[in-house]
């Protein structure tokens, strides 16, 4: 710390930053590529985890094309993947980290950025203990990196609290899956949506938010029925052979009322039920309270409709169920993915080609984050109140299995509650955007009002976020650094540097390996190299566990097999050219190798529709170009066309009408929360009584009502009570 602090010299990165870099992100771009290479990258947008070629010309990356050998996505890509090295070259890109000076954000050099991180969290932990410090990290940075900020700040530093954006975004799935497989596994390969005779999509929009995979859904030659369930006539409920349309948050009980149906006509896979799941006997007693006629008041969906999707689920060799955010933001999300689990279970429809209860992830690297992160569990998919796992992962890590904290620390949520009441003083955000994200984001300002140290990781110096901050650490993005992604295939992948970040950016592996020296912690984490050897650390984390992938011998490995997908222990058989699914020996992690069924009961929106407040909210993703807050999309200028400009909410003709709304007139959007301005899309996707507001807009959480999934802790994105108005005296 002492030379790094020492041989400064002004705007330039100090010796010793330089031999950072240069081990870690390394200049290896002429040294390991040729100048004229052709590098193969996943993609870093979403999780389909398409492969991408990168085309370098004099070292300078200049092209992007999809990989035609790669295994996920056969020589196609979406919009986004095409444009992937255009947000690298934002005017915006941070340069140099940024501190406040006299209420303003000034650039600075990293060793006076290291010497205000290390007074700013020093005198919170000193002040309020370790345990007031606490950071939100993302699905969005390589395993690697993740996995040695989750190292750095828990066992490091003493953060107990610390949690991703996957809690927006997957905490459902992964809480589901662990209680009904015993392990957060999802089932699939993607070869199983060619391989289904039946598709059934629950609150997904796979044409705009995994367009390639709506691509393999294309290339399914058994000619599927393709149905869709969701509110929304989206794109691909147009797309596909069948929309089902209940009402929002009524998929429990339709999940309820198809088990109904199918025990009672006999529809069910007795042999498989028999053999592998446990609770039949309850889940029977329990919807047999869901009649068609019940289902049909609660949900909307025709008696007549519910008993032929029974029968289609029936009829269908090869059943696949997919849920998205539409299932896993709900207040009920874990039951509802658990009761869709159940359909898969009830009929025999899981482990094999074309068949599963499959959760579709989101972000790049949201698998990663789940197995990795350190946050909601320990190491490889761990828990931290066993004493036994921690000293198994201290030994690995040959660190004192006393630093590893014994409980999972705190929610998303209940971290900024933490900051509210005063336990929580300083807060390190990394890859993540949440003053524009986060459900009900207003309550972020008290946040920031309430804080004595904010620090903000990321590549753009624009976001909601980073101006909010006391320091913000200029970060360097996809195909500026090395490390792997995990994508939801279980796929293991290899991202590689083919650019050079701007400035003194570095990326985040080097920014955590710089925390831990300024801070005093680095000798714990002298096996944390590189990203590589990191890697190595990640694989025996792996052993044992259920995602064990120690046959993986390395990023060499990665490279030639087009990534490797989870579980390839050591010893497995040759090399995994295949597409592996799980549980085809009908066994799951489960103590007793049963799969488990778990019910509840439907609960009441936690805000319904009320007089004042007559329309339903539902949010989602707006394009297939538009990515989020859109701090990179928004920068690609094709990316930019394509996408939507300004903030919009989709309303029925019969809402507009009823309020005199003309089509692309500006409205007001009213909740109780706040008021905000979007153009009316008068269009017949959405129904009367509900509206859609992208979540691309930062202005949709202003409205958005903070409810939670009360087992995941996941926010409930997609309702919340609404009004429109007219602006007044407003003309076209
Ligand atoms: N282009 C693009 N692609 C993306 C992303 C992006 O920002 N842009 N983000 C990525 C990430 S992180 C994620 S998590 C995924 C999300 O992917 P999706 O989950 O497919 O996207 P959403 O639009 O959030 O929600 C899907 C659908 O849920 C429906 N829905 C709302 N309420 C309900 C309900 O109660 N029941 C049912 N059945 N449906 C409901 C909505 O109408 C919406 O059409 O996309 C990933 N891919
Ligand atoms: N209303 C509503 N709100 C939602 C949703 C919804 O459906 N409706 N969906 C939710 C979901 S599913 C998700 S996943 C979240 C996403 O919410 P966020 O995570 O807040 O969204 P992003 O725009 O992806 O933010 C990622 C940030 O990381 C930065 N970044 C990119 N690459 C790197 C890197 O390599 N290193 C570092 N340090 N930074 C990097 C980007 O510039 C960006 O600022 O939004 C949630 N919010
Ligand atoms: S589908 Fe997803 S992974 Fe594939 S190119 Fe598009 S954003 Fe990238
Ligand atoms: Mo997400």
Redesign the pocket.
Known sequence: MKGLLGVHRDGALTEELRLTDDALAGRRVPARLAPDAVASLVC?FCSTGCGLDVHLQGGRAVNVAPAAGYPVNGGHACPKGWAALA?LAAPDRLTHPLVRRGGKLVPCDWPEAMRVLADGLGAVQRRHGAEAAAFLS?????TE?MALLGAVAKLGLGMVHGDG??R???ATAATAYKETFGFDAPPFTYADLEQSDVIVLWGSNLCVAHPILWQRICQNRHVPEIVVVDPRATETAAAASWHVRPRPKADLALAYGLAHVLIARGWIDRAYVDAHVAGFDAYAAHVAAFPPERVAHDTGVPVEELERLAARLHAGQRVSHWWT?GV??SHQGVRTAQAITALALLTGNLGRPGTGANSIT??CN?MGSRLFSNTTNLFGGRDFADAAHRARVADVLGVDAGRIPTHAGWSYDRILDGVLTGAVRALWV?????F????NRRALADVRARLDFLVV????GS?E??READLV?P????G??DGTFINSERRIGLVQKVARAPGVAL??LA?VQLVARAMGVDAMFERWRDPESIFGLLRALSAGQPCDFTGVTGYAMLAEHGGVQWPYPAGAPAPPVTERRLFEDGRFFTPDGRARLVTAEPAPLPEAPAPRYPLLLL???GSASD??????TGKAPVLARLGATDAYVEVNPADARARAIRPDERVKVVSRRAEVIARAVVTERVRPGEVF?P?HDAA??LL?VAAFDPHSRQ?A??ASAVQLQRLEGWER
């Open positions: 870093g947000p993302t699905g969005q940075i390589c990196e954006n996957t927006q975004c997957m955010m896993n933001q989101g972000q949201a990394i890859g993540t955007n949440p524009h994200s986060w459900i990781q990321d590549m753009y976001t976020t980073a650490l970060a360097a993005g996809w500026e650094k990326p985040d920014i949010t989602g993703r990515w989020h807050t859109r701090t990179r507001m979540m949709t959480n958005t926010p994105y997609k």
